[in-house]
């Protein structure tokens, strides 16, 4: 089975003079605090592992290893870190000049919003309905100021819910049959509203998938947040979020429009793989691929573009990502 070397970013302020090893499940994670500038906020974190392919490998590091090296040293430390992207793949190819490699970077770009008269008449009208729609407001607006699936999903449905309501629950004691009552969130009406952004969306996968599953999965803490748990929440969180404009508006009285989520910052990721001819193809793993190069690339918008040599003298090829890369 084929051995990769892997490289994550990781947010952290934790600063060390060398590198820092941790092994979990017969995996050795490697901080690489020696490269770690005074002023980043960010580390390198290494990992090789055994896998059929890149993609089983990158899986297997993002979905549990890494978040459970990471999850273990934040509590240690009563610091914050944050799993980002994947930025560089290597394959064991000793013996090997041609060599390939996944290089990702990352970009951010400030994204401007002009503020209209349309927005400032709106925002006056709301602030007319703030007893009514106060609370709403709030988790919306901390819904848009979260990047992450997890947190944009739990704000996102804090202010779903509080729209629903609440409505007396009714349960029978499983025993002498009395009914028994209580206060809690208005279920019904909540798919009510869920069903105006997304008509498509039955009861049943309402009450089942998104109210039983992603809900109580978030709000009860009794699942981990694995990759593909969170890849789902991202069309939801579009829905609720499109869900609660349609209410508010209509509780303001406003005029139904189609409302554009902005960031602060767009922020882009070019995956490329590409191939070049190592000087050391002893080497398990070769490191002399020409970075300087794609970041050049980034920089000049080529990047991901499949064939591009740039510059002339730069001595590798650009292939294409997908489907290329798949089973590498």
Same mark, same amino acid.
């Given at each position: ?108 770009? #400030? ?113 981990? #947040? ?57 080497? #398990? ?44």
């Amino acid at each position: 089975m084929p051995r990769y070397l892997l490289q994550y970013r990781v947010q952290t302020c934790l600063t060390s003079k060398a590198n820092v090893d941790l092994s979990f499940e017969g995996h050795n994670g490697t901080f690489l605090f020696s490269q770690k500038h005074a002023n980043d906020t960010t580390v390198l974190v290494e990992i090789e592992l055994l896998s059929a392919n890149n993609r089983d490998a990158q899986a297997l590091a993002a979905s549990f290893l890494l978040p459970q090296i990471l999850d273990s040293l934040s509590f240690s430390t009563g610091t914050p870190l944050l799993l980002e992207q994947c930025e560089l793949v290597l394959k064991d190819e000793a013996g090997s000049q041609k060599r390939r490699v996944i290089h990702v970077t990352k970009r951010n770009v #400030p994204s401007p919003v002009e503020l209209s008269d349309e927005h400032r008449a709106e925002t006056q009208t709301l602030l007319g309905k703030n007893e009514q729609l106060s609370l709403s407001l709030c988790w919306y607006r901390y819904a848009l100021y979260r990047n992450l699936a997890l947190d944009r999903f739990l704000f996102q449905w804090l202010g779903f819910e509080s729209l629903a309501g609440q409505t007396q629950v009714h349960v029978p004691c499983s025993n002498c049959g009395h009914i028994n009552s209580h206060s809690g969130s208005d279920k019904q009406k909540a798919y009510e509203l869920y069903s105006s952004a997304d008509p498509r969306t039955s009861k049943q996968t309402f009450n089942r998938d998104i109210w039983g599953e992603m809900r109580n999965a978030v709000f009860h803490g009794n699942r981990y #947040p694995v990759p593909t748990f969170l890849t789902g929440l991202v069309p939801v969180n579009e829905t609720l979020r499109r869900a609660c404009e349609i209410e508010i508006s209509k509780r303001a009285h406003l005029d139904e429009r189609s409302r554009a989520r902005h960031n602060v910052e767009s922020i882009y990721y070019f995956h490329n793989f590409i191939e070049w001819t190592t000087a050391k193809p002893e080497s #398990p793993f070769a490191f002399d691929f020409p970075s300087k190069a794609l970041s050049e690339m980034v920089e000049h918008g080529l990047a991901g573009s499949v064939g591009v040599n740039f510059p002339e003298s730069s001595g590798f090829s650009i292939l294409n990502y997908e489907p290329d890369s798949r089973e590498w």
